[in-house]
């Protein structure tokens, strides 16, 4: 297990990350990585800790992620359903997190659809003097920290499975392709991929690739061919058809015409070019079903087993050191 330094209470962002902690991150996720590959996939690092899941937003995979990664530690785990919770009733968000710190929280994964909330209950908690460490499940069109990590641990895994490491991606040209206006995954993998050293390229239409995120040093693209051209790894993101406005593409199929990542378009890549797409995956629309299937090419399944490992490296770094 890494021993590195951690002195984190919150993950909220990983704009202020350091080359040391994502690395810790990383070679954190990789000993809980071989934890699962066992026959008794349990270690009791949380036994007794609380986890308090509260996604005012649906989830399916950050969720049962961060609920598998809990168990796997041994804690225990409260979940919260806002369709049946208080604040139908009119509770406010604080109250309903102050709740769950009353009945003895040690950590809360906050997901919602509005950006900032985690920050705010983290504030509070703070102010409240409660040892509650908060992460950030993802939060508007803010961030994604924990998603962003796990697909940094999936980028660099297989260029060394037995020392994943940030440096690993210094001049590698990594292509990010679709609706970057919603996408809090790209927010934080720029901010990881930015730090590793690695060549960013970002591909969509004009309508969700804004010239702003120019400010994030990577490259944009209006059309997909220069992006991909030579591209050691393609990450495609989900059309987010629910956050959209009217108007911001002709339709789904001139998107995929124009967009989509098929086994053609991977042609103007690096031979050994690998593909991710952090889910839920529109079929046919941001990729095409038989390459999201080809293990040679597709590191999806991979995304969602790390996510586990990444998440326990999470949970266990920031209750490390904790009473």
């Known amino acids: 297990m890494a021993t590195a330094s951690w002195n984190r209470h919150h993950v909220l962002s990983l704009a202020d990350f350091t080359p040391t902690e994502f690395n810790t991150v990383l070679q954190t996720a990789n000993s809980f990585r071989e934890v699962l590959t066992r026959r008794t996939k349990k270690v009791p690092t949380l ?29 225990d785990i409260l979940n919260f359903a806002p369709g049946t919770s208080a604040l139908s009733k009119g509770e406010t968000i604080l109250d309903t997190a102050k709740t769950f710190w009353a009945m003895g929280a040690d950590f809360m994964v906050i997901r919602h659809r509005e950006a900032g909330v985690p920050q705010a209950i983290a504030a509070e908690m703070d102010r409240l003097g409660g040892q509650v460490g908060i992460l950030n499940a993802g939060d508007g069109w803010h961030e994604h920290p924990s998603q962003g990590l796990l697909d940094l641990f999936t980028l660099c895994t297989p260029l060394d499975p037995e020392q994943p490491r ?26 990881s991929l930015r730090a590793s050293g690695a060549e960013v390229h970002l591909a969509g239409p004009p309508t969700l ?16 061919e220069p992006a991909l051209a030579e591209a050691d790894f393609v990450m495609t993101l989900r059309l987010q058809k629910e956050r959209m406005g009217q108007h911001l593409i002709p339709s789904l199929r001139e998107y995929h015409l124009q967009f989509g990542i098929t086994r053609d378009r991977l042609r103007l890549c690096k031979p050994d070019v690998k593909v991710l797409h952090p889910g839920p995956v529109n079929r046919g629309v941001e990729i095409s079903s038989d390459l999201m299937d080809d293990p040679a090419l597709s590191l999806i399944p991979q995304q969602v087993t790390n996510g586990v490992a990444v998440r326990m490296a999470l949970l266990y770094l920031m209750g490390s050191g904790r009473v």
């Not at 590698?172 to 970057?180: E, Q, S």
């Open 47 to 75: 036994q007794a800790r609380v986890v308090a899941n509260l996604f005012f937003e649906s989830s399916t995979r950050t969720r049962n992620s961060f609920e598998l990664a809990a168990k796997r530690l041994s804690a």
């Open 166 to 191: 940030l440096e690993l991606l210094a001049g590698k040209k990594i292509a990010i392709v679709g609706d970057i206006l919603h996408s809090r995954v790209a927010r934080s993998n720029l901010w």
């Open 209 to 224: 690739l804004p010239l702003e995120f120019a400010n994030y040093g990577a490259k944009l693209h209006w059309q997909i």
